[in-house]
């Protein structure tokens, strides 16, 4: 047997690699010292190999092909579409709100080069990228001005930095909320500098216990909407208008916090607010997500008295909470889509939507386009499912769907697996052993990228012969 020295000199050294890289279409574009890292990996792994004992002489064109590899896992882009097959519709690990197409359009239109982001058209010099969306918000909230910021919980912080810093906010027990990504209204509060002072106990807070609370040194009375949970039994909280008269009667602005919130009427029965009720109840500012219930792309929207928005465009925070052109033009995008029919168009809204006779006749499709894959043992079958809200709204509410269970010769787990690593990922859930995809999500694209990828992974499985 040849001793591992002499076989670690056969491997190809990096020079000559690179100069057969040059041949190779997908290597022959990335730049030479980044190439030269990757090679160098590649030829590393493989003396790793003969350490391990390999024995086969290593190629050229297996080192290129592991440095194409290589390459494509550390360095290729690894935000990726991904199929949302769970019927979470706001999916905050899945990017929150699809887009509509009216969104889609608004964003390419900017992105493709310059736009009057900044700039007045009118008077033919600089403009405010705030001035944009609000008309719009104005006219479906029936506030009398708005802003926007990168996101809510930049739009909560920016709000009491301007109405309550070092003075004191009061809040309910039963309102102090985490949302999840370090995001707690205590802390964000104490943030902005301004005071927490919690009343009442968290299943029940009186308007007197906020009236006791008032004194020389109370900026503001704060509702926060508990969008991720639910408090059930022995419970009662003011208000949004009661929480706005008994401010008023103290000359106090009263902030709504929304989290997520819906900026039409929606049919159903969601315990959501709407944002122009809480306008129309005498909130001085409402703040929400652009990017929960609303349906567009990430910001945070704060509507209310102009008083207020005139201090809050003036504090010197709102530039280092700036929302960027794209999210913007998103945002204008779909704001078009609610002065139309949005439950036509906006995704989320469409989603949310759906009767159970169309999601049943979804799934049904479904079925059939999976069909082929009956003959290579997989149990398919159309199953009743319920489906989640998410993103922090609409918290325990389960919303019947439709969807397909799949079981096949091996675990659930092995299949979720499979999808989940699929060339355009499928997120699914398990339930009792089996994978289930529920169709309140998916597009008919979406139906056809799993029919092929399931097609695929059955092909490629040695256990079945399809
Ligand atoms: C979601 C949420 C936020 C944060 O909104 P982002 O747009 O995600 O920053 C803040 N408060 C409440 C109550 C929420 O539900």
């Not at 007197?208 to 503001?220: G, Q, S």
């Not at 949970?229 to 009263?254: C, D, W």
């Not at 299949?415 to 398990?430: A, D, K, T």
């Amino acid at each position: 047997m040849e001793n591992l020295q002499d076989i670690l000199r056969k491997i190809p050294s990096v020079d000559d690699i690179l100069k057969m890289a040059k041949y190779c279409a997908k290597l022959n574009v990335i730049k030479k010292d980044i190439l030269k890292i990757a090679i160098n990996m590649a030829v590393e792994d493989i003396r790793t190999q003969y350490r391990k004992g390999r024995q086969e002489a290593a190629t050229v064109e297996e080192i290129l092909n592991n440095t194409q590899v290589i390459l494509e896992r550390n360095l290729g882009n690894s935000l990726r579409k991904v199929v949302n097959a769970t019927g979470i519709v706001l999916h905050t690990n899945l990017g929150r709100a699809p887009l509509s197409e009216k969104a889609q359009k608004a964003i390419s239109a900017v992105m493709e080069g310059y736009s009057n982001l900044e700039y007045s058209l009118q008077q033919g010099q600089r403009g405010s990228r705030y001035q944009h969306v609000v008309r719009q918000l104005c006219l479906l909230t029936k506030a009398e001005d708005a802003v926007v910021v990168n996101n809510n919980a930049g739009a909560v912080l920016l709000v009491l930095a301007v109405l309550a810093k070092g003075r004191q906010v009061i809040i309910s027990r039963g309102q102090l909320v985490e949302i999840g990504g370090q995001f707690r209204i205590p802390d964000v509060l104490a943030q902005s500098g301004a005071i927490l002072a919690e009343v009442g106990a968290t299943n029940k807070t009186s308007l007197v216990d906020y009236e006791r609370a008032i004194n020389e040194n109370t900026a503001v009375i704060m509702q926060v909407h508990t969008s991720n949970y639910r408090i059930v039994g022995f419970t009662a909280q003011p208000t949004s208008a009661e929480l706005a008269s008994l401010a008023h009667k103290h000359n106090l602005p009263m902030i709504a916090n929304l989290g997520g919130g819906f900026l039409t009427d929606f049919p159903g029965n969601y315990d959501e607010p709407v944002v122009k009720e809480v306008v129309a109840g005498g909130a001085d500012i409402v703040t929400f997500s652009s990017d929960k219930l609303l349906g567009a792309t990430q910001a945070g929207i704060i509507v209310g008295k102009k008083e207020y928005i005139d201090q809050i465009k003036a504090h010197p925070l709102i530039r280092a909470l700036r929302i960027d052109k794209l999210c913007l033009a998103g945002l204008a995008g779909t704001l078009q889509d609610y002065l139309c029919d949005p439950l036509e168009t906006v995704p989320v809204l469409k989603m949310l939507n759906k009767s159970l006779p169309e999601l049943k006749e979804q799934a049904q499709v479904l079925v059939q386009k999976l069909e082929a894959l009956q003959s290579a043992g997989w149990m398919l079958a159309l199953a009743p499912l319920n489906s989640l809200g998410g993103g922090g709204t609409l918290p325990g509410i389960e919303f019947p769907s439709y969807g397909v269970s799949i079981v096949t010769g091996r675990t659930a787990n092995w299949l979720e697996g499979q999808l989940r690593n699929s060339e355009i990922p499928i997120l699914v859930r398990i339930q009792e052993e089996k994978i289930i995809i529920d169709v309140r999500c998916l597009t008919t694209e979406d139906m056809d990228i799993i029919a092929a990828s399931c097609l695929r992974i059955a092909q490629g499985d040695a256990k079945c012969n399809i």
